[in-house]
Structure formats: structure tokens, C-alpha cells
């Protein structure tokens, strides 16, 4: 069960934690929500755990404030 929107748009679970976006979200997928420049290089077909492993980050939002 989840509370109140959070950080982009993603719920906060009871505790006040925000969920974490799944691993096999699809690049393409979150380009919808980030825009086309998303992950620029990279295929749309690529799952966001790959996108992350490959660029040494451990979170989406890390990703974020590194691009």
C-alpha cells in the first residue's frame, strides 16, 4: 500500500520510503518519463539495471545527477 507521491512521481511506501524503480524497467520506458536524451547511445531495448552496471552507478537517481 503507498502513501503520497514522491520523487518523480514514484509513491512512498508506508514507512515514508520511496520505491525503487525495477530493474528490468526498458531504457525506452524511461524516456518517456526523463525524454529522448535518456540514456543517449544506449539502445532502448536495454534494461535499467545493464544501463546501470555499465555505468558504475548503483541508482537511477545516482545516474541522474552524474549525466
Do not use: P
Amino acid at each position: 500500500m503507498t502513501k503520497k507521491v514522491g520523487l518523480d512521481n514514484r509513491q512512498r511506501d508506508l514507512n515514508g520510503e520511496i520505491r525503487q524503480k525495477n530493474g528490468n524497467t526498458k531504457v525506452e520506458t524511461l524516456r518517456k518519463t526523463y525524454g529522448d536524451d535518456f540514456a543517449k547511445g544506449h539502445r532502448g531495448d536495454m534494461k535499467l539495471d545493464t544501463l546501470l552496471d555499465n555505468s558504475g552507478v548503483r541508482s537511477l537517481s545516482e545516474y541522474l545527477k552524474r549525466t
